[in-house]
């Protein structure tokens, strides 16, 4: 079974611009959640989709939006880049559709971005 | 809002013997799962273990134990006869069991396996 791919690995824009980022779960996985990964903050949910819909919703300001499809892909977008968005960006997919299993999220390999 | 606390930022170990990586966690919740993840410099996150709040018993997986004391919100990983392919990052990793898939990680700690 493929693993979470993440689309692109690496990306380098300019501060102001827009990006999009996409994220395929592992199949049947309808779950996916978003990471942020920085040196000083380590790892911060950005938010989760399931089912097309947002289930969850860390603190990050309105620049940062995702979305989900019917076949459980996921992007996330970034508008009018700052320095401080530069990370690792790191999808994560799980199959459940309970909160109160304990499945594992599966990480994806995370795309780099770097806003100069 | 819950936090995940690893006190130890980086830690080594020589090959064979055995280590400890600590992590404390806050909540107040009385449901939830805990989760020790490994991020090798090829940046892929791997789970290593999980624990159910509800069980009382430790979690173990080959090499790897942890040792879960609830009322002391401590969950801390062992990994027994360290192997070179060990050496990682390693987040402790928090999930309420009514609010969806959102994970809280500690700042984590960066293994070294010494040959």
């Known amino acids: 079974k493929a693993g979470v791919t993440q689309t692109p690995r690496y990306l380098i824009k300019t501060r102001g611009q827009q990006v999009t980022l996409s994220c395929s779960p592992i199949?049947?996985?309808?779950?996916v959640s978003w990471y942020q990964q920085t040196p000083g903050q380590g790892l911060q949910f950005l938010f989760e989709y399931f089912s097309e819909t947002q289930r969850n919703k860390g603190n990050f300001p309105g620049r940062f939006s995702g979305r989900q499809f019917s076949n459980s892909r996921s992007e996330m977008n970034v508008s009018t880049l700052e320095l401080g968005d530069s990370a690792l960006y790191l999808c994560?997919?799980?199959?459940?559709?309970?909160?109160?299993?304990?499945?594992?999220?599966?990480f994806g390999p995370g795309t780099r971005l770097t806003v100069t | 809002a819950q936090t995940v606390t690893q006190s130890q930022p980086e830690m080594s170990v020589q090959e064979a013997e055995t280590v400890t990586l600590s992590c404390t966690y806050d909540?107040?919740?009385?449901?939830?799962?805990l989760f020790w993840y490994k991020q090798p410099p090829s940046r892929q996150m791997i789970l290593v273990i999980r624990?159910?709040?509800?069980?009382?018993q430790n979690a173990t997986e080959n090499r790897f134990s942890v040792n879960f004391q609830k009322a002391a919100k401590s969950f801390s990983l062992k990994i027994s006869d360290s192997q070179l392919g060990d050496a990682a990052m390693y987040f402790c990793?928090?999930?309420?069991?009514?609010?969806?898939?959102?994970?809280?990680f500690g700042t984590g700690t960066s293994l070294t396996v010494i040959p």
């Open positions: 624990q159910e709040a509800y069980k009382q």
């Open positions: 990793a928090y999930r309420s069991a009514n609010t969806g898939n959102q994970f809280y």
């Open positions: 199949s049947g996985h309808r779950s």
């Open positions: 994560a997919s799980s199959r459940a559709a309970d909160p109160a299993s304990s499945y594992e999220q599966y």
């Open positions: 909540t107040s919740e009385s449901d939830y799962y």
